[in-house]
């Protein structure tokens, strides 16, 4: 079983910035694309950033120019360094694996969710 674990979330001043990780542990026998999400309060949840295991990556409208995602492929680790936060960054933000833990067994998986506020 893979289990996810997100850290590097809190309080933060607009302007500043956080970097998010994101840590997998258990039997992985490969880890195709990564992801963030998050999910403002009373909204849906929205894809952030993805980065395919070659390294290509995508990034939502809002947060281009600002964020910046990144792997380790030997820690099986997930990185997301957001710069000059605003109040509209505020979210709970959630790293999602596409991951095997044996040949062909492919299945997404998610963490348990890291709380970011940035406060006006």
């Known amino acids: 079983q893979v289990q996810l674990v997100e850290s590097g979330g809190g309080l933060v001043q607009a302007g500043g910035s956080l970097r998010l990780s994101c840590a997998a542990s258990?039997?992985?026998?490969?880890?195709?694309?990564m992801s963030w999400y998050r999910q403002p309060p009373g909204k849906q949840r929205e894809l952030v950033a993805a980065i395919t295991s070659g390294g290509n990556t995508n990034y939502a409208d809002s947060v281009k120019g600002r964020f910046t995602v990144s792997r380790d492929n030997a820690k099986s680790a997930l990185y997301l360094q957001m710069n000059s936060l605003s109040p509209e960054d505020t979210a709970t933000y959630y790293c999602?694996?596409?991951?095997?833990?044996?040949?062909?067994?492919?299945?997404?998986?998610w963490g348990q969710g890291t709380q970011v506020t940035v406060s006006s």
């Open positions: 258990g039997s992985i026998f490969s880890i195709a694309t």
């Open positions: 999602k694996f596409r991951a095997a833990a044996r040949w062909g067994m492919w299945n997404d998986y």
